[in-house]
């Protein structure tokens, strides 16, 4: 049976507000040590630091009294595609000199290696995707917006234009849920008409593939025209690219914020030194 419900998975743009220490964080720190969290996921190549901030990930979405279910929904449509990756990182990986075979069978040839870096890219994987969601769901848009300006702020003194890469971000992240409400509506519109959609098992990429283009070629002509109205309501309230404008919204700091900031230093400072340690020493 086909399963239509496209938007339910969509987590990132989306703000659940709650009553939490992560909800009430200062939008500028909570960004910070997001970048930070990001950095030691994408650069530490140990597997017990990679599955060591994964669980840290997890307790930080209960400390946010967010639904682990709903964490969970972002990673379940690209599930497959993830599984299939792995197995080809196990199965191509080059061993290394002191890789242990656990299989060797003609072509095949499965070593602790390609295993190690397979629980690596999972892990950064789920890591990197609930440190999204945490974020988008635990700051409001325009909060998560003014913050990404305020920081970003020193690279006007080099004519970088921020504040128009902030609108773009800002633009880009807001079109997500409403792209994916739109594919639901394709989606429905065109079985009534007949198409067949997500009756292929999930191995066979192929047929999914093709069923998928009924959709595309709508879907980004509705993002188009989205497109074209949003910059003429944007023109009509007087936007201009580029002049400076002010805000009604300002931050301020508090304790917990320095605390927050001063713990996803020091967490991510024993990952590293865990994982280079030996080479500083």
Same mark, same amino acid.
């Given at each position: 049976?086909?399963?239509?419900?496209?938007?339910?998975?969509?987590?990132?743009?989306?703000?659940?507000?709650?009553?939490?220490?992560?909800?009430?964080?200062?939008?500028?720190?909570?960004?910070?040590?997001?970048?930070?969290?990001?950095?030691?996921?994408?650069?530490?190549?140990?597997?017990?630091?990679?599955?060591?901030?994964?669980?840290?990930?997890?307790?930080?979405?209960?400390?946010?009294?967010?639904?682990?279910?709903?964490?969970?929904?972002?990673?379940?449509?690209? *599930?497959? +595609?993830?599984?299939?990756?792995? &197995?080809?990182? !196990? #199965?191509? $990986?080059?061993?290394?000199?002191?890789?242990?075979? %656990?299989?060797?069978?003609?072509? *095949?040839? +499965?070593?602790?290696?390609?295993? &190690?870096?397979? !629980? #690596?890219? $999972?892990?950064?994987?789920?890591?990197?995707?609930? %440190?999204?969601?945490?974020?988008? *769901?635990?700051?409001?848009?325009?909060?998560?917006?003014?913050?990404?300006?305020?920081?970003?702020?020193?690279?006007?003194?080099?004519?970088?234009?921020?504040?128009?890469?902030?609108?773009?971000?800002?633009?880009?992240?807001?079109?997500?849920?409403?792209?994916?409400?739109?594919?639901?509506?394709?989606?429905?519109?065109?079985?009534?008409?007949?198409?067949?959609?997500?009756?292929?098992?999930?191995?066979?990429?192929?047929?999914?593939?093709?069923?998928?283009?009924?959709?595309?070629?709508?879907?980004?002509?509705?993002?188009?025209?989205?497109?074209?109205?949003?910059?003429?309501?944007?023109?009509?309230?007087?936007?201009?690219?580029?002049?400076?404008?002010?805000?009604?919204?300002?931050?301020?700091?508090?304790?917990?914020?320095?605390?927050?900031?001063?713990?996803?230093?020091?967490?991510?400072?024993?990952?590293?030194?865990?994982?280079?340690?030996?080479?500083?020493?």
């Amino acid at each position: 049976m086909a399963n239509f419900e496209v938007s339910k998975y969509i987590t990132i743009g989306r703000y659940i507000p709650r009553d939490s220490f992560i909800h009430r964080m200062d939008p500028r720190v909570k960004l910070f040590c997001f970048v930070l969290w990001i950095l030691a996921v994408s650069l530490l190549p140990s597997v017990i630091v990679q599955l060591g901030l994964l669980v840290l990930t997890v307790c930080l979405f209960a400390m946010a009294k967010l639904p682990m279910g709903y964490g969970m929904s972002g990673i379940r449509p690209v *599930l497959p +595609i993830v599984i299939i990756v792995l &197995l080809f990182e !196990v #199965i191509f $990986a080059r061993s290394g000199p002191n890789a242990t075979v %656990l299989i060797h069978a003609g072509w *095949l040839k +499965i070593t602790t290696t390609g295993i &190690l870096l397979a !629980v #690596i890219s $999972a892990a950064r994987f789920f890591t990197i995707v609930w %440190l999204v969601s945490l974020l988008t *769901l635990t700051t409001s848009l325009s909060n998560l917006t003014h913050a990404l300006e305020r920081l970003m702020s020193p690279l006007q003194a080099i004519r970088v234009p921020v504040r128009d890469m902030v609108m773009m971000f800002t633009i880009a992240l807001r079109f997500v849920p409403l792209l994916a409400e739109e594919a639901e509506r394709i989606m429905k519109a065109q079985a009534a008409r007949g198409a067949d959609f997500g009756t292929a098992p999930w191995w066979r990429i192929d047929k999914r593939t093709r069923s998928v283009f009924p959709i595309l070629v709508p879907l980004f002509i509705g993002a188009l025209q989205r497109g074209e109205t949003l910059v003429l309501a944007m023109e009509v309230r007087g936007y201009r690219p580029g002049e400076a404008r002010s805000s009604y919204v300002s931050f301020s700091g508090r304790r917990t914020d320095v605390v927050a900031l001063l713990l996803s230093i020091v967490v991510i400072a024993i990952a590293a030194v865990a994982t280079w340690g030996w080479k500083l020493v």
